[in-house]
């Protein structure tokens, strides 16, 4: 039997992430790649967890400049 997963456990798509950034899913598919993003693989396939996104884009508005490396 599946629990009811929090908001915070959510796991997100390629095309899901890239619509919540408002980019394109190539940009994801190569931010993950390069290991920019933290994300894993499920079947070949990548995966992200909402809340790893979440600090993710905290971090990215902290940097000096709003530079991502």
Known sequence: MMHAMKKD?????IGQVADFLKVTDRTI???AAAREIPAFK???SW??????????IAL???KPGG???
């Open 9 to 13: 456990e959510e796991i997100l798509t």
């Open 29 to 31: 598919y190569r931010l």
């Open 42 to 44: 499920v079947g070949g």
């Open 47 to 56: 995966r992200f967890r909402k809340a790893d996104i979440d600090d993710w």
């Open 60 to 62: 990215q508005a902290i």
């Open 67 to 69: 530079q991502t490396d």
